[in-house]
């Protein structure tokens, strides 16, 4: 008899430490990103170059998969900090680390100088996708790019 009340005391206990959690969760939630839409919220629509719903920017900004990053000895600069070479007409090259992605480089007066953030993409070197608009949801996170963590330690 003893034994049953121990048993019924531990499992009123148990009940109640996970009532604490669920309702410590509901009032303060716990969000990871999602990783099925790499926490964007959209999904391709298939078209070329779509992902999550948006496309490369079709403006000159420097991007993160342009080809030739490389490391260089720069003052002032880690050293396995990447750099973008642009050749000028001279032979000479300026180079701009990837600190200035999402700027726009021109070529004036035969040497190339940044123009700052990129008016088409604002910077941020990709545009919603012209055919779906960035329009199809995450299945996974319902649109929301995160989701929510019930029984989890910060
Ligand atoms: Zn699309
Ligand atoms: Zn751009
Ligand atoms: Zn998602």
Redesign the pocket.
């Known amino acids: 008899m003893r034994g049953a009340a121990t048993r019924s005391v531990l499992w009123a206990v148990l009940g109640l430490m996970l009532l604490a959690l669920v309702g410590q969760r509901l009032l303060d939630p716990v969000y990871e990103p999602c990783a099925a839409c790499e926490h964007t919220g959209r999904v ?4 070329d170059g ?1 992902a999550h ?3 490369p920017c079709p403006g000159r900004c420097i991007k993160a998969d342009d080809p030739g990053w490389e490391r260089m000895a720069v003052d002032g600069h880690p050293p396995d900090e990447l750099w973008l070479r642009f050749y000028n007409v001279d032979g000479t090259f300026n180079a701009w680390s990837r600190a200035h992605i999402g700027e726009v480089v021109e070529m004036v007066d035969g040497r190339y100088v940044l123009r700052g953030r990129c008016p088409v993409c604002a910077g941020t070197t990709r545009v919603a ?6 329009a ?1 949801m995450c299945p996974t996170c319902r649109g929301r790019g995160r989701l929510r963590r019930w029984l989890a330690w910060r």
Request: glycine share 14%; hydrophobic share 20%; aromatic share 0%.
């Open positions: 391709s629509c298939g078209a779509c719903g948006s496309v996708c012209s055919t779906c608009n960035a199809r």
